[in-house]
């Protein structure tokens, strides 16, 4: 059974910093992309950011670019979202996900099979 597990939400004031940590277990973590979405509160869940499963590629959401970086430890099966220069509009659950098909980098939802629980992140103005 697959499960992701994500850790490293909490309450950061403007400007400031936080990762978020997601360990997988119960498939070949290194087959499979790996990203992160979002979900505000009266929002759809939104993309913020995709690593491919070598993790040379990496894809960033616009509204995120420049300020988050996405990255994975294969060895640790664990994909890492460190996100800088926070802003209130960043408030939300964060999901990670792990893509359905092996080898493939998608950015849409609805290609990934698992979800984390999700881990609040609030930004407080």
């Known amino acids: 059974q697959v499960q992701l597990v994500e850790s490293g939400g909490g309450l950061v004031q403007a400007g400031g910093s936080l990762r978020l940590s997601c360990t997988a277990s119960g498939r070949t973590f290194s087959d499979y992309t790996m990203g992160w979405f979002r979900r505000a509160p009266g929002k759809e869940r939104e993309f913020v950011s995709v690593?491919?499963?070598?993790?040379?590629?990496?894809y960033y959401a616009d509204s995120v670019r420049g300020r988050f970086l996405i990255s994975r430890d294969n060895a640790k099966n664990t994909v890492y979202l460190q996100m800088n220069s926070l802003k209130p509009d960043d408030t939300a659950v964060y999901y990670c996900?792990?893509?359905?098909?092996?080898?493939?980098?998608?950015?849409?939802?609805?290609?990934?099979?698992?979800w984390g629980q999700g881990t609040q992140v609030t930004v407080s103005s």
């Open positions: 996900a792990s893509d359905i098909v092996i080898g493939r980098v998608t950015l849409s939802p609805m290609g990934y099979a698992y």
């Open positions: 690593i491919s499963w070598s993790g040379d590629r990496t």
